[in-house]
């Protein structure tokens, strides 16, 4: 007797997008958790394991409200290979961490070099031929996540097999996931930044933010009198002033406060 059977295969089905972003939305310290497990799920569906920093510039570990640290606990990475990610000295040479300093969307970055969304305007990268000697893997595809106040994150995603190229996963990446990161990350230091270190909120004058660009330039006070057609007098009264409303204790740190704030920048003056 002929019979007829069905097969069932189960899968896993991508969450709806706003459902995701809900998912991984942290108000408080006792959501990071439940938060982190829910963004592991959905890189894990895709094939892929995940390495989160908020601090490229400290590289300090993502802790939940216990303490336990996001990238081991949560993310399922070994200490062994988090070490060289967490040293000072070669982080510095970290050509994935590098590239994350310069690009503001999701990245492709391999032995071959560095490939986005868009055409790069920088100079080329070129080869980097120990690429994976530095990182552990052949390729990852990185989520740079800039904070305010100049802080600057990362989201490292590699293939499960640390020998695999990335190409095909780049291109059909899901338009949710960097999303998703960046909501995870951003709600993590909203709730964990050490606020003694942060700019007070203020309003410079324009010619305050003048003399700071000048200064951020190389300028001294008497080539800045010179450019602005003022007295030097009045350029040391409008950079003490700019101190005073930064709560700055010298120059350089006024200069520091004034870009974490966007007051000045790479374009500037």
Same mark, same amino acid.
């Given at each position: 007797?002929?019979?007829?059977?069905?097969?069932?295969?189960?899968?896993?089905?991508?969450?709806?997008?706003?459902?995701?972003?809900?998912?991984?939305?942290?108000?408080?310290?006792?959501?990071?958790?439940?938060?982190?497990?829910?963004?592991?799920?959905?890189?894990? =569906?895709?094939?892929?394991?995940?390495?989160?920093?908020?601090?490229?510039?400290?590289?300090?570990?993502?802790?939940?409200?216990?303490?336990?640290?996001?990238?081991?606990?949560?993310?399922?990475?070994?200490?062994?290979?988090?070490?060289?990610?967490?040293?000072?000295?070669?982080?510095?040479?970290?050509?994935?961490? =590098?590239?994350?300093?310069?690009?503001?969307?999701?990245?492709?970055?391999?032995?071959?070099?560095?490939?986005?969304?868009?055409?790069?305007?920088?100079?080329?990268?070129?080869?980097?031929?120990?690429?994976?000697?530095?990182?552990?893997?052949?390729?990852?595809?990185?989520?740079?996540?800039?904070?305010?106040?100049?802080?600057?994150?990362?989201?490292?995603?590699?293939?499960?097999?640390?020998?695999?190229?990335?190409?095909?996963?780049?291109?059909?990446?899901?338009?949710?996931?960097?999303?998703?990161?960046?909501?995870?990350?951003?709600?993590?230091?909203?709730?964990?930044?050490?606020?003694?270190?942060?700019?007070?909120?203020?309003?410079?004058?324009?010619?305050?933010?003048?003399?700071?660009?000048?200064?951020?330039?190389?300028?001294?006070?008497?080539?800045?009198?010179?450019?602005?057609?003022?007295?030097?007098?009045?350029?040391?009264?409008?950079?003490?002033?700019?101190?005073?409303?930064?709560?700055?204790?010298?120059?350089?740190?006024?200069?520091?406060?004034?870009?974490?704030?966007?007051?000045?920048?790479?374009?500037?003056?």
């Amino acid at each position: 007797m002929a019979t007829n059977v069905l097969e069932l295969h189960r899968f896993d089905r991508a969450p709806d997008p706003r459902a995701l972003i809900d998912l991984v939305t942290v108000r408080d310290r006792a959501a990071i958790l439940p938060a982190a497990l829910g963004l592991a799920r959905e890189v894990r =569906r895709l094939g892929l394991r995940l390495m989160l920093w908020d601090d490229l510039s400290s590289l300090a570990p993502m802790v939940d409200a216990s303490g336990a640290a996001l990238n081991s606990a949560v993310f399922g990475w070994d200490e062994d290979t988090l070490a060289p990610w967490q040293c000072r000295e070669r982080a510095l040479h970290n050509p994935v961490l =590098r590239a994350c300093r310069m690009e503001s969307e999701p990245f492709l970055i391999d032995g071959s070099g560095v490939r986005g969304i868009w055409a790069d305007p920088l100079p080329a990268r070129g080869s980097q031929g120990d690429f994976a000697a530095r990182t552990g893997f052949a390729a990852a595809i990185v989520v740079p996540v800039h904070l305010p106040f100049g802080q600057i994150g990362a989201a490292v995603l590699s293939a499960a097999d640390p020998a695999a190229g990335l190409d095909d996963v780049f291109d059909t990446l899901p338009d949710t996931l960097a999303p998703a990161i960046r909501r995870f990350v951003r709600g993590y230091v909203g709730l964990c930044r050490d606020t003694r270190y942060l700019p007070p909120a203020c309003q410079l004058s324009p010619r305050e933010v003048e003399c700071l660009s000048w200064i951020a330039q190389g300028k001294t006070d008497y080539e800045i009198s010179i450019i602005l057609g003022c007295s030097h007098a009045g350029v040391r009264y409008h950079i003490t002033r700019a101190c005073e409303r930064l709560n700055a204790v010298n120059r350089a740190q006024s200069v520091f406060r004034a870009s974490q704030l966007g007051y000045i920048g790479p374009g500037a003056p």
